[in-house]
């Protein structure tokens, strides 16, 4: 999560809460199905073989310092960590690991150059995004889903919940994604994992890698001809876009959850930090809400809050604070983009200071999150409804 918005004036918005009942237990006197209909237990789900065990080894895996910019909290008065050259190196290290990690799951790995320096600085980074992709069959390939997570770290954190919890997610979605049952269904739409690179740093990673989709008219631009426009609706596209944005930090204690929509009048009581938050822009509300049935179908324990009523005559402008990640380079150019997150720092105490630790993160709901969406991918990439046709436009309020 980036913290160029952060003091922005706090968003208002309406949201949707969705918290689900435990499943009723079924009573043991149920009465027995005909001979026909009954089988065995079904086989459980292939997401269900993420666990909390496997997410946790590869947040460890990732180098500590991994960091080319970005802004660190540190108390007042003293001095932030300085972005030194171990930190930029880790970062190139984590991109070569990435690629590593992504080849050993069977996927073609393609790495976006995002040569970088910082102001003053002679020395040009070797910076990349990491993109796994994972090529659909039959009549829904052209329609592209990107799962997106930035593997960078502000100096001076491990980055544990930011955002080591994104990128682990998506390596372990793209793994269960391997399994036969899916990869050779047909037809299914095309999956990319996108890992960008310096996120903390102003978004550049995810912004080279809207241009680069541009490039290979995967994406619209904003003054494309309307013959451009027609030749891409019918050709391959982005149609939905995540940005996997912190999914570890949970709390279920009262008043662990700070609310920036509580000022709006009838917004749900979000007061306990125990949800996953989906935000995007109201144009795109109908995917968002596709995306929340999914997770609930995949993993009906899961509890979401679904964040995209805005703007509205009443909330003019989109809140700053919902585009502070990388699903906002995404948005600009018409994409579905969509935050998945724990809500950074109305939540997480530790966000962007050194104690954003592996230690911190709550193993279980994290699991129950990154089941859910990797059901949900799953489910989507298999759904013969069709999305619409990305505009290219930028949403207006
Ligand atoms: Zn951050």
Request: a negative charge; one cysteine or more.
């Amino acid at each position: 999560m980036n913290t160029v918005l952060l003091f922005a004036p706090l968003a208002m918005a309406a949201a949707t809460f969705a918290a689900q009942p435990p499943a009723a237990p079924v009573p043991a006197s149920a009465p027995a199905k005909a001979p026909a209909e009954k089988a065995a237990d079904p086989a459980p789900p292939a997401w269900h073989t993420i666990t909390a065990d496997s997410l946790m080894a590869i947040i460890r895996e990732l180098p500590a310092q991994r960091s080319g910019g970005g802004r660190p909290i540190v108390p007042e008065g003293t001095k932030p960590p300085a972005l030194d050259d171990a930190h930029r190196q880790g970062l190139v290290d984590t991109q070569w690991l990435l690629a590593r990690k992504a080849i050993d799951l069977g996927y073609e790995v393609r790495l976006e150059p995002v040569p970088h320096s910082r102001r003053g600085e002679r020395r040009t980074w070797s910076y990349a995004n990491v993109v796994l992709e994972l090529p659909g069959w039959g009549e829904l390939a052209d329609e592209i889903i990107i799962v997106g997570a930035h593997f960078d770290a502000v100096p001076g954190t491990f980055g544990a919940d930011d955002n080591a919890t994104g990128v682990a997610a998506a390596l372990e979605i793209a793994r269960v994604l391997k399994d036969p049952a899916f990869s050779r269904t047909s037809p299914r739409r095309t999956v990319f994992f996108s890992l960008f690179t310096l996120e903390e740093a102003g978004l550049i990673g995810a912004s080279r890698h809207v241009d680069y989709l541009t490039l290979r008219r995967l994406i619209p631009t904003m003054d494309a001809p309307p013959e451009a426009k027609e030749r891409i609706a019918a050709g391959p596209r982005v149609v939905m876009m995540l940005s996997l944005e912190m999914l570890g930090f949970y709390s279920t204690e009262p008043g662990s959850q700070r609310n920036p929509l509580a000022m709006l009048p009838g917004a749900p009581n979000l007061t306990v930090g125990d949800f996953i938050a989906l935000c995007t822009h109201s144009t795109h509300a109908p995917i968002n809400a596709r995306l929340e049935r999914a997770m609930l179908a995949a993993e009906p324990l899961v509890r979401t809050a679904r964040i995209d009523q805005f703007p509205s005559p009443k909330v003019p402008i989109f809140p700053p604070d919902l585009l502070r990640s990388d699903h906002g380079p995404f948005l600009a150019a018409g994409v579905p983009g969509i935050m998945v997150t724990d809500t950074a720092n109305f939540r997480n105490p530790h966000y962007h200071t050194p104690g954003d630790t592996p230690e911190t993160l709550n193993a279980p709901l994290y699991e129950r999150t990154v089941r859910a969406l990797a059901g949900a991918i799953w489910n989507i990439a298999l759904d013969p409804e069709p999305f619409p046709a990305p505009s290219g436009q930028p949403p207006q309020p």
